[in-house]
């Protein structure tokens, strides 16, 4: 099967557990404020790869992903759904560790039975939850996170492992409702591996410069260490509290 494949990285170290061959699809629906891959929005762009040509790829290199494997990111993987399938199956029948980087916006309750089968080859899911108020995550993407949530409690029911990763920019998710909203939720699923809280960063700037778009949180400050680590003990004091 074929599929719109943005571009490659060999030697991935942060979009999954060890070291992994990274696929990014090319195609979005989102537009989050701060992306930093504009370049993989448009699905008229990137290039046509089959399932086999990006194994192949793997094999090549297996060795330096032994506690590692494939990851699937993007762009958004699920606009492309049946050949993310079909990789996955490919790669786990190599007994391939899958992973998948997702905002899960287009996860669709009609097309349950596909995402099951979606499901049963996918080891990890590393689900961005942008914002947890609907009104806001319409603003900072475009869209309600309806889907995404919906999408989480799926991956609870298929008893697949999950990590949520949340992006903390000033004056809109890094503050301690919030970051103690998210905590809360996150209660309530035992398929919970891990939360990575990402520090808001300006670098896609020069991608959209590049592009010819207008950069949507010009003037905001980058986020320190400091206050993402804080990020996270507040997700996690969160976590602890009685329901």
Known sequence: MIGKIHSLESFGTVDGPGVRYVVFFQGCPMRCAYCHNPDTWDMEEGTEISSEEILENYEKNKVFYRNGGITATGGEPLMQLDFLIDLFSKAKKKRIHTCMDTSGILFDETKKEKFQELAAVTDLVMLDIKHMQDAEHR?????????????????????????????????????????????????????????????????????????????????????????????????????????
């Open 139 to 243: 603003k900072l993407t475009g869209h309600s996170n309806r889907n995404v949530f919906a999408f989480a409690e799926f991956l609870r029911e298929q008893k697949v492992s999950m990590r949520i990763r949340h992006v903390v920019v000033p004056e809109i998710t890094l503050l301690k409702e919030e970051l103690t909203q998210l905590g809360n939720y996150l209660k309530g699923f035992p398929n919970l591996e891990k939360v990575e809280v990402l520090a808001y960063h300006a670098l896609g700037k020069m991608k959209y410069d590049a592009l010819g778009l207008e950069y949507p949180l010009t003037g905001v400050p980058q986020v320190s260490r400091e206050k993402a680590a804080w990020a996270e003990y507040v997700i996690k004091e969160a976590m602890k509290e009685e329901s």
